[in-house]
């Protein structure tokens, strides 16, 4: 598997996983908690999966599009120099 394969299938991964921490997160937070069937449990779980999932996946796609220049650099700090002030 190529590189621009793989990092189609994270994006895609990404997608998906954001779109489960959002509907699940949702549906733990809106669950009717008097019931006691464990369902805000549950779904609070699989937010948390589709949280951690999606983060991974967002961190990984950042590093891949750094490794082949997509990134903006990063700013060179001022230098001061004596008796300026930046």
Request: charged content about 15%; aromatic content about 8%.
């Amino acid at each position: 598997m190529n590189v621009r394969t793989m990092r189609k299938l994270i994006a895609v991964l990404n997608v998906m996983a954001w779109a489960g921490f959002w509907a699940f997160g949702y549906l733990a937070l809106s669950g009717d908690a008097a019931a006691g069937d464990g369902r805000i449990v549950t779904a609070a779980l699989l937010a948390a999966l589709g949280g951690g999932l999606g983060l991974w996946a967002w961190i990984t796609l950042i590093r891949l599009g750094g490794e082949r220049g997509q990134a903006r650099p990063l700013r060179p700090a001022p230098v001061e120099s004596e008796g300026e002030r930046v």
